[in-house]
């Protein structure tokens, strides 16, 4: 019964370009992912610092997801490659750390993939869900 | 300490009927820094926006944050409002709990709890803004054009007009275009030569307006107001300022086998050609597939027919390096290749083809001189099948077609149809449908005037299979009204194939940082209310690269992109972002990590003097970043090691704080 009330807490770091349009497209055509998930607006993907994922994680964060433009699509022509090379290391340190590395995702949605956005959140939180609660890098110094 | 002040839109009911807007603003009052907390039925109205004013210098509010729909839709509205109060434009947040919350939850107490955690997180954020001030870079005057079909040639006529000079940049030997190609154009039936020839003749005529054909852009840098463009001019082999377009060399050249892609291969050329007769610029090109003298220097007969001395075998590509204020894209569509749909047999039979395919068998300057006559044997056909959505609406064949409507497939079907039945009333036309789509002034009157006036007989229905058999094309297909299968010996079938961007779009918008969908057209800033602008300033978006479209609808969306690159010309100067990286002269150490990442060289490197221990004075090297030129993406803010650089508007500090109050 427990597991059925763990709400996650989740973060999504959407850049402005693409994926925080492909949230706002599926909104409005009312496609539906857990209230879970909330985010925070980015110029870019690659103005997320790996620090901030971490930081997520140390106040309680139950899973962080990225999302950025396509390969080859970036605004700022190549913001996201910078994004994949810094986020290739941070997996392969959480996975040293021996955190889950599920807990983290990158993933590319574009301006008009309001479905693909709302599929992506869904089967994320379920990933988390399933994760269960962040025990291993919360801080409880964090909390108060 | 921010004083700041909380603004909880309802949106009407879109947000207050799955948000209770109340309990929101009252939960959020206590947050650290608020001062005062109100909501209201639509904040973005006057009436709001009054509010918000009012609210500003009652409680002398230094930050504002606006829980209502994405910052995309109203921003602008916001930050707009707060400057008219006194406070900087960028101390205003905005909580998306419409797009984000409302529009997503049908739980009243989990959207409610979304919306509080979102209005905290904008909070947070809030407390840490500072007033930023935009800098303001000068506008070029003048806006290139990418293609020239007609939706490129009324763009820049248009703001040529206006008095701005405007560069055509088209990869074919000529602008024109598919219009060029079409014989009649619906629903008027007027010749589509008789009212494009005109305006490219104006083009080339125009003084603000210079043409390079056969030419592509290679490479775009800079922003808005600024683009710095390389054009690539490929070597056509003939001089242009001197080829006089008599035609003597397309008629002496002894290369005759060329397939000529105006007629979509249906005829052929010479290796030196003008594409038609009212191409602009009138001027040959060689082929350099094909040519003798070029493949193995064996020949030289245009080179000697040529009394204007206009043949330059040594010609090579050159680049153009030109700047701009502003891009139009209108690089147009293409048929989908029919490889994929062989129960067609038109791999199998020549007298299978496309739409276009039979519009130039139609024109009077086509391959039979507008002769109706099978591809095949020449003879006269009585029995025609057109076949509709090939490619389009292929819900379940995404592999093979597209997912979308064309859009102009009924009505230039609904045109050949009526045409064949006018001109040979002794055929008998078929024309099978999912559904006769004609949405568009006089287009219903001219479908049902094909259908009942002219004797096309349609077909609810979709053909299954073509099967060639001796010189007739058996026809199977499903009557879905009378319920019955259906077989019909044609002597040709025509296929309206769908329609896609034409394949240089990708390129160009990697090139633009445009953005595109999944289908590889353009997207544009906003749907429904900035549906000619790319998300990408500067960039505008004119014809079918943005959608399917018509000629009326292309014609109308370039003279509204032309009036968008007017509105933008006639700027002296553009205020620009100020959400631009910054260093920390007294963290930096002068490493060079974020000058490598940056893809706008905006990050340049001085030495300083400081002040170092017992009065002596150090030199270091330290970042210095070029606001007018860095876009803000924040690259360099995560490769700096040492933490100096920062980006302003979304510094480290800020997002931080998001993250925690996301967290709490």
């Known amino acids: 019964m427990q597991v059925n009330e763990f709400k996650p807490k989740i973060v999504a770091f959407c850049c402005n370009w693409c994926s925080y349009a492909g949230a706002d497209l599926a909104g409005s055509n009312r496609l539906s992912y857990p209230a879970d998930v909330k985010i925070i607006r980015v110029p870019c993907s690659c103005r997320v610092n790996p620090m901030f994922i971490l930081r997520a994680f140390q106040r309680g964060a139950d899973g962080v997801i990225i999302c950025g433009c396509h ?74 | 300490m921010q004083r700041i002040g909380v603004f909880v839109c309802w949106c009407g009911s879109n947000i207050a009927a799955t948000v209770d807007v109340e309990a929101v603003s009252q939960a959020l009052a206590k947050e650290p820094g ?135 940049v088209e990869k074919n030997p000529t602008i024109g275009g598919k219009m060029a190609q079409l014989d009649k154009t619906f629903p008027t ?159 199998q039979s020549k007298d299978v083809v496309t739409s276009l395919e039979f519009e130039r068998i139609m024109n009077a300057a086509g391959p039979t001189q507008g002769k109706l006559v099978r591809p095949s044997d020449g003879k006269h056909p009585h029995t025609l099948v057109f076949v509709q959505c090939v490619g389009s609406r292929c819900a379940n064949c995404a592999e093979k077609g597209k997912e979308y409507c064309s859009k102009i497939c009924c009505m230039y079907t609904a045109k050949h149809a009526m045409l064949t039945r006018d001109k040979y009333p002794d055929t008998d036309v078929y024309v099978f449908y999912i559904d006769v789509r004609t949405p568009g002034k006089n287009f219903d009157e001219f479908y049902r005037r094909a259908a009942e006036e002219y004797g096309v007989h349609y077909v609810k ?101 032309a009036a968008k690159v007017i509105g933008l010309l006639a700027k002296d100067k553009l205020k620009g972002n100020p959400c631009v990286a910054s260093s920390n002269e007294l963290m930096c150490n002068g490493c060079s990590s974020c000058e490598r990442v940056c893809p706008y060289g905006a990050i340049s490197y001085v030495d300083k003097e400081f002040r170092g221990p017992n009065r002596t004075v150090l030199v270091r090297r330290v970042a210095q970043v070029n606001p007018a030129v860095c876009q803000g993406c924040g690259a360099c803010t995560v490769a700096c090691p040492s933490g100096a650089m920062d980006l302003k508007g979304f510094a480290t500090k800020q997002i931080m704080a998001e993250v925690d109050a996301i967290c709490k």
Not at chain 2, 93 to 110: F, G, P, V, Y
């Open chain 2, 189 to 347: 039936l007027d010749c589509a030569a008789c009212i494009l020839t005109p305006k490219m003749v104006d083009v080339a005529q125009h003084e603000k307006i210079r043409i390079f054909s056969y030419s592509e852009v290679a490479a775009v840098k800079g922003f808005v107001g600024n683009f710095d463009v390389t054009i690539k001019k490929k070597a056509r082999y003939v001089r242009e300022d001197v080829c006089t377009g008599c035609g003597l060399c397309t008629e002496k050249c002894p290369v005759k086998k060329v397939p000529n892609e105006f007629n979509l291969g249906m005829d052929t050329r010479r290796a030196i050609y003008i594409p038609f007769a009212q191409a602009v610029p009138k001027v040959a090109t060689i082929d350099a597939d094909y040519c003798n003298m070029l493949k193995n220097g064996k020949c030289g007969v245009c080179s000697k027919v040529c009394t204007a001395k206009a043949i330059d075998y040594e010609q090579k590509d050159t680049l153009i390096e030109e700047k701009y204020g502003a891009i139009v894209v209108a690089t147009g569509f293409n048929p989908i290749s029919m490889e994929k749909f062989d129960e067609y047999a038109y791999s």
């Open chain 2, 461 to 561: 229905g979709m053909v299954g299979k073509v099967m060639p058999e001796g010189d007739k094309l058996m026809v199977r297909a499903s009557d879905l009204i009378a319920n019955k299968q259906i077989n019909i010996a044609a002597d040709m079938v025509i296929l309206a194939a769908a329609i896609e961007p034409d394949k240089s779009a990708r390129s160009i918008a990697t090139m633009l940082t445009a953005s595109m969908d999944t289908n590889d057209f353009f997207t544009e800033a906003h749907p429904k209310l900035r549906p000619v602008e790319s998300p990408t300033a500067g960039i505008f978006l004119s014809g079918a690269c943005q959608g399917p479209k018509d000629i009326p609808e292309t014609v109308a969306q370039a003279g509204a992109a």
């Open chain 2, 34 to 168: 608020v001062v005062h907390s109100a909501n209201y039925q639509y904040m973005c109205s006057q009436a709001g926006q009054d509010l918000i004013r009012a609210a500003i210098k009652e409680h002398k509010l230094t930050g504002i944050v606006v829980c209502s729909c994405s910052p995309r839709m109203h921003e602008m509205t916001f930050r707009k409002t707060a400057e008219s109060a006194g406070i900087n434009p960028y101390m205003v947040e905005i909580a998306n709990i419409r797009e984000q919350c409302s529009w997503i939850h049908k739980d009243i107490l989990t959207g409610t709890e979304k919306a509080i955690v979102l209005g905290r997180t904008a909070i947070a954020k809030v407390n840490l803004n500072a007033p930023l001030t935009a800098g303001e870079s000068p506008v070029t005057k003048r806006a290139l054009v990418i293609g020239g079909g007609i939706a490129g040639i009324q763009t820049a006529l248009d703001i040529a007009d206006a008095g701005f000079e405007v560069d055509i």
């Open chain 1, 71 to 144: 390969p080859g699509d970036c605004h700022y022509t190549s913001g996201n490659y910078y994004t994949r090379r810094r986020m290739a290391l941070l997996f392969s340190m959480l996975d040293y750390l021996g955190i889950e590395k599920d807990r983290m995702r990158l993933e590319w949605v574009s301006a008009a993939e309001g479905a693909k956005f709302a599929t992506t959140m869904n089967e994320f939180t379920e990933k988390i869900i399933s994760l269960g609660e962040n025990k291993r890098l919360e801080d409880l110094r964090c909390k108060k």
